[in-house]
């Protein structure tokens, strides 16, 4: 697997899922599992993890998370984990507040399009992108036609009948349910 933690990056050729990747739980799961469906059609698969490097840029992505929150996983466990699934390129890319003003239309051209040479894109039904969170799967979708990638949304996942996220696996470590966490978290 090809890691970097950059901004300096090329590729071409792929098929990848942006997100925070914070825990890889289960819903993270069901991405990567529709990602490397594309791998079987010659793409190289890539995560395009970006990790938000100050407070400012945080608190514009998710309201729950400031500088000091936890993330439930490690880095090098983030990184196992990947490649145990498969995937060709994992980018860590250090998100600031600079980044945070992109247009959603700046992000699909400069990062998917131009950096990443995107031939598919995998995201969540719930992503969100670009300055003031103004991208949306339909956004992203016109983008893609545009541009030349295909854009593959996935019904958020459910445990128990909530939606999983970061956020709630933290909730229900707050409250102790630590079982519950850990099955959200636990390969599919």
Known sequence: MIYTCDRDF?????????GKFDGLHIGHR?????LLAYKKKGLKTAVLRLDFVDA??????????TADTPLL???????RILEECGIDIYIRYPFS?????????????????ERLGAKAV????????????????????AMGEE????VEVVERVSFE????????????????????????????
């Not at 090329?10 to 942006?18: D, L, P, R, Y």
């Not at 945080?58 to 309201?63: F, N």
């Open 10 to 18: 090329k590729f071409s050729n792929t098929a990848v899922s942006v």
């Open 30 to 34: 069901e991405l990567i599992k529709h």
């Open 56 to 65: 400012d840029s945080k608190a514009g992505t998710d309201r729950s998370m």
């Open 73 to 79: 996983r490690s880095e090098d466990e983030r990184k």
């Open 97 to 113: 507040a600079r980044d945070f003003c992109m247009s959603a239309q700046d992000f699909s051209k400069r990062i998917l399009a």
């Open 122 to 141: 995998v995201i969540g039904d719930d992503f969100r992108f670009g300055h003031g969170r103004e991208g949306t799967p339909k956004l992203l979708a």
């Open 147 to 150: 541009l030349g990638f295909s």
């Open 161 to 188: 009948g909530v939606p999983v996220s970061s956020s709630y696996i933290r909730e229900c470590l707050i409250k102790g349910e630590n079982e519950k966490a850990g099955k959200m978290l636990d390969k599919i």
